[in-house]
């Protein structure tokens, strides 16, 4: 799923500090799961930025809604029967959601609460960590099902580098080596063979260096 | 025990700290409370395991959320005590209580003009 | 050792003799000069002059542009080139504009990751990695092709070369693995990790040797005399991918600081000694880094000097 974090208190201050009427608009979706912006972050926000606004002895009315997902228009257009009586809309989803927002609000001021981090999966609650760059042609079948394109730091298709030490990567002792978990899963899978082979450039036209991406299928659209 | 502490705590009883969450200490600062206290149990001696860890943690979140909306992170705080320390509950009741009085009234009070004005200043 | 290229390097080993390589590493500056010096230092005594590329990923001036000037001063430099700074487009456009300054020795990096360097914040590239790349130098010189299909008449003549590290995580096994890959993507040389821990690399060295690599590939040993025995301490502790065992931390501790430098040389003139006995070793790649001027002496005493004249 998208992981995001709740974006510094301060910075969402800065941005809304001038409104009067603010709405907090929260997503059910990834931003729930990964406890950055569902309706329980919507409340928290909201409640913060009314202590703020008070004891500043401004009257401002800031509310907090939380939609299914931000990413449909569907859901989107459950909020156009009261948008309009707000300055401005802080929305908690993913950056897609967010901006999926403004487009269908386009004249109303959107400002994001999270931020965008990564695709990946939940370790423990409260830690994250990445698994997927989305480059649009997955080679899992080929690494024993890690992926180097998010576990190596340097994307390498044919790893180690010489900086791998203590099974870790050399940026940091946090990240494993994505090639040494690669060796070891090929290993336990009896796939050794497949390592040897060097592995050709990649076409990198379906990640993001070929430009923003669509997917169009045929066969879902009449 | 009948211990006499100051009369100005409101005591909300929950069935462990873990119940206790941001958005409740929030709204009591909303509601014009000067400070909040979260009690719960000695770390290791909870009943639900782990309530009283989260409890420090949302405490913890607080205190930055009201040192960066103006009102001060000192306004809120955790305590752990066990139910038969009587004695240490009114102590911390009482230590509270005078550091929040040295505060002064919740910025939020004096701003919705509950409060005549903050300690210290002498009305004319 | 396949391919036969104009490279005074490839000819040096291809006649038998041990080859010697030493670095340079450029300035932090536009000033070429300071290149010429140190490629004078140590020009009669090794048979190639290696320049580093952007070296743990601090903004140097560039490999390319010294090695075009080392190469007008008659010598004989070796091209690094890490892919973390440069897609292929500019990858394949550097090979080409070093082959047309008749640049014959090639070195295939990955690269230090940026984080390390002072330019932390930048976007990396990686478009390709470094056996990716030693593919690429040897589809332009074997078949007069770029990856992208386009073919050209007048093409690179290099000699390809990639690092070897037998010291990184996760095992010997794995780092001799890589090697065979290497060799299948057309390295025909490598340089290793500078070598503090003999056991481990001789394990290595046995089980390249076993598996044939030896002859497909000439392997020069990585040499990195200490200065001091602070240099040894950082080296053990802070640097990924280099293992100095204690002994050594301790015999550079035991002798005065003053004679310090002197007892690195010495530790550096014994390992190349013992090395050389170890087959499947075709020489030694002398890493003395802001130390080159030390470079003549070691050479002098491992008996490597002066460096054999080759016919033609």
Same mark, same amino acid.
């Given at each position: ?7 510094? =208190? ?10 009067? #009427? ?17 309706? #329980? ?25 939380? =939609? ?21 809309? $802080? ?9 999926? =927002? ?5 004249? #109303? *001021? $959107? ?21 997927? /760059? ?11 099902? *890690? ?34 978990? *690669? ?5 336990? =899978?009896? /796939? ?22 669509? *997917? ?7 | 025990?009948?211990?006499? %502490? ?41 009943? %639900?395991?782990?309530?009283?860890? %989260? ?23 955790? %305590? ?45 | ?12 080993? @291809?006649?038998?003799? !041990?080859?010697?390589? @030493? ?16 490629? &004078? ?8 002059? &290696?320049?580093?590329? &952007? ?37 394949? @456009? ?7 300054? +008749? ?17 932390? @914040?930048?976007?990396?590239? !990686? ?43 996760? &095992? ?57 025995? +602070? ?82």
């Amino acid at each position: 799923m998208i992981k995001a974090k709740p974006k510094p =208190l301060e910075e969402i201050i800065d941005h809304v500090k001038d409104f009067n #009427k603010l709405l907090i608009a929260g997503c059910d979706g990834c931003v729930t799961v990964c406890e950055a912006g569902g309706l #329980k972050e919507a409340k928290i926000l909201a409640a913060a930025l009314r202590l703020y606004f008070t004891q500043g002895g401004k009257q401002a009315q800031v509310d907090d809604t939380s =939609l299914t997902r931000q990413c449909e228009k569907e859901y989107l257009a459950q909020l156009s029967d009261r948008i309009d009586n707000y300055d401005a809309v $802080v929305s908690l989803a993913c950056g897609c959601g967010i901006q999926y =927002l403004a487009e269908m609000y386009d004249k #109303k *001021i $959107v400002l994001p609460g999270v931020d965008t981090c990564f695709l990946g999966v939940n370790e423990e609650r409260g830690l994250y960590s990445e698994r997927c /760059q989305a480059c649009g042609r997955c080679i899992l079948a080929e690494t024993g099902g *890690i992926c180097p394109i998010a576990r190596c730091s340097k994307r390498m298709l044919n790893g180690p580098c010489g900086g791998s030490a203590g099974g870790k990567c050399e940026v940091s002792k946090d990240i494993p080596c994505g090639w040494e978990l *690669i060796y070891n899963r090929l290993k336990t =899978l009896g /796939q050794l063979d497949r390592f040897e082979r060097p592995c050709e450039p990649k076409d990198w036209t379906t990640s993001r260096d070929g430009g923003p991406r669509t *997917i169009i299928r045929e066969d879902l659209r009449i | 025990m009948r211990l006499q %502490y100051p009369p100005n705590v409101r005591i909300i009883e929950v069935p462990c700290s873990g119940k206790v969450d941001i958005i409740h200490l929030l709204m009591a600062f909303e509601h014009g409370a000067d400070g909040v206290i979260v009690v719960g149990c000695m770390e290791g001696d909870c009943h %639900y395991m782990a309530g009283n860890l %989260y409890a420090k943690k949302r405490v913890q979140r607080v205190k930055e959320i009201l040192d960066r909306v103006g009102l001060g992170g000192e306004r809120v705080g955790m %305590y752990n005590l066990s139910s038969g320390m009587g004695g240490r509950f009114a102590e911390i009741v009482r230590e509270m209580t005078s550091k929040i009085m040295e505060l002064g009234p919740s910025p939020i009070r004096i701003a919705t003009g509950t409060a005549a004005r903050a300690a210290g200043e002498v009305a004319a | 050792m396949s391919m036969e290229t104009p490279s005074k390097l490839q000819k040096m080993i @291809s006649a038998g003799h !041990f080859a010697v390589t @030493s670095e340079v590493g450029p300035p932090r500056s536009a000033d070429g000069v300071v290149i010429e010096q140190k490629a &004078n230092l140590i020009k009669d005594y090794v048979d190639a002059i &290696n320049v580093t590329d &952007n070296q743990t990923s601090v903004c140097r001036l560039c490999s390319l542009a010294a090695c075009i000037r080392i190469k007008q001063m008659g010598l004989e430099p070796v091209l690094q080139m890490v892919t973390r700074d440069r897609n292929r487009i500019a990858i394949q @456009s550097d090979i080409l504009g070093a082959a047309s300054f +008749g640049i014959n020795n090639i070195l295939c990096l990955t690269g230090d990751h940026q984080h390390f360097g002072d330019h932390a @914040s930048c976007a990396n590239v !990686f478009d390709l990695d470094s056996t990716q790349l030693a593919m690429t130098v040897r589809m332009m010189r074997d078949e007069g092709k770029l990856l992208g299909g386009y073919e050209f008449e007048v093409r690179p003549q290099m000699y390809i070369g990639a690092a070897a590290n037998p010291f990184a995580a996760p &095992n010997v096994a794995l780092r001799v693995s890589r090697l065979a890959k290497k060799v299948a993507a057309g390295v025909q040389f490598v340089q290793t990790q500078c070598i503090y821990n003999m056991e481990t690399f001789k394990t290595f060295m046995k089980m390249a040797v076993d598996r044939g690599l030896h002859e497909k590939v000439a392997i020069l040993a990585g040499i990195t005399p200490m200065k001091n025995v +602070g240099m040894a301490k950082y080296m053990q502790k802070r640097v990924p991918g280099i293992d100095v065992p204690d002994e050594i931390v301790k015999r550079m501790g035991g002798v005065p600081k003053e004679k310090q430098p002197e007892e690195g040389i010495n530790l550096a003139v014994e390992q190349i000694e013992e090395l050389k006995e170890v087959e499947g070793i075709r020489g030694f790649h002398i890493m003395a880094i802001e130390w080159e001027a030390k470079v003549p002496e070691i050479v002098q005493r491992i008996g490597l000097y002066p460096r054999p004249q080759l016919a033609g």
